[in-house]
């Protein structure tokens, strides 16, 4: 397996994470998103020094954390945002086009299946007007989360009951890969799943829609940090996953996924001791400001590939 799939070398992607709204719709207890920000606009932190806070308000935010991107030669933009309850698919077209003019060389990964839900009742239109109207704003690939949640309903009504039910999304991404549009897959686990839940998801859920459409570009396993989250707070969970349960979800994931040509880490998950032979794709560039879909948290941060030679 290893010889036949990437993983000879760790490729990296340039890619900041912007954030356009921290508002949501949809509670989740996964995570918190800081809402202490008016609807529809963006906060970063200060990202020529990394320390201290700015608040960019709307499409001034957008362009200016866009041209940042752009003098930083970043080849991935990654938009993310909470439902905001007030974005239409027209306004979502509209972020999207903003961003897509000052960068049309980069591919922007955005538009995860509850936004699109949302987006498609906030509209009255469907899910496939809402992503033909974002693919030709400028989007250029779709973003799996949504079903970073273990797509099993029996644990997601449990963790974020407001979120797309599996079948729901299973259709979504079926119809954007359709449409031509590549996404990713995600999988957060370590809170209330089990291991005949994960094994759900990754062979009953992700593998049968990449041996349909192959439009999944790479999988990203996401450790639950409980720290600070409801799940922590209430008593339902002690703990997230530890260093040998990590290696353990990489190598059957890698497994699982001779049809994905790629296993994510993203920079900063987990220390560099447990990061897996198996994975082949880095993240290693992550900055504008981060609400990890696993804490509850917002901090500016910045981080270069200096080390990921070292890690083939």
């Given amino acids: 397996m290893h010889g036949i799939l990437p993983g000879q070398q760790i490729s990296s992607v340039n890619r900041p994470w912007v954030m356009w709204s921290p508002m949501c719709a949809i509670r989740i207890f996964t995570y918190q998103i800081s ?20 608040r960019r308000g709307g499409d001034a935010g ?7 991107a752009k003098a930083r030669e970043v080849t991935e ?22 961003a897509h003019e000052i960068l049309p060389e980069a591919d922007i990964h955005t538009m995860s299946p509850d936004e699109v839900t949302w987006a498609a009742t906030k509209s009255g239109i469907t899910t496939a007007e809402v992503i033909d109207m974002a693919r030709a704003a400028g989007l250029g690939t ?24 599996t079948a729901e999304w299973v259709r979504i991404i079926k119809e954007a890969h359709g449409m031509g549009l590549k996404s990713t897959a995600t999988m957060m ?3 209330l799943d089990t291991a005949d839940d994960r094994a759900e998801h990754l062979g009953g859920v992700i ?5 349909e459409t192959g439009g999944f570009t790479e999988f ?17 969970v002690t703990g997230g996953s530890i260093g040998r349960e990590d290696l353990l979800v990489f190598a059957v994931s890698r497994l699982f996924f001779d049809n994905i040509p790629h296993i994510q880490i993203s920079w900063g998950a987990r220390p560099v ?32 590939p200096t080390i990921s030679t070292r890690l083939t």
């Fill in 77 to 98: 933009l990654c938009f993310l945002s909470g439902v905001n309850p007030a974005f239409s698919a027209e306004r979502y077209a509209e972020m999207i086009g903003i």
């Fill in 220 to 236: 990203i396993p996401l450790p639950f940090i409980h720290e600070n989250t409801p799940l922590h707070q209430a008593g339902l």
């Fill in 189 to 191: 686990y370590g809170s």
């Fill in 207 to 211: 593998r049968d829609i990449q041996d």
């Fill in 35 to 54: 809402a202490g920000i008016s609807v529809g606009s963006v906060r970063s932190g200060d990202l020529r020094g990394g320390a201290g806070r700015l």
């Fill in 62 to 68: 957008i362009r200016a954390q866009v041209a940042l």
């Fill in 142 to 165: 779709m973003q799996g989360t949504g079903g970073a949640e273990i797509l099993v309903d029996a644990v997601r009504s449990r963790i974020c009951p407001n979120k797309t039910p």
């Fill in 273 to 304: 001791t447990v990061w897996p032979r198996w994975v082949s794709w880095l993240v290693a560039m992550i900055w504008a400001g981060r609400c990890s879909p696993m804490r509850s948290q917002w901090r500016p941060v910045r981080r270069q």
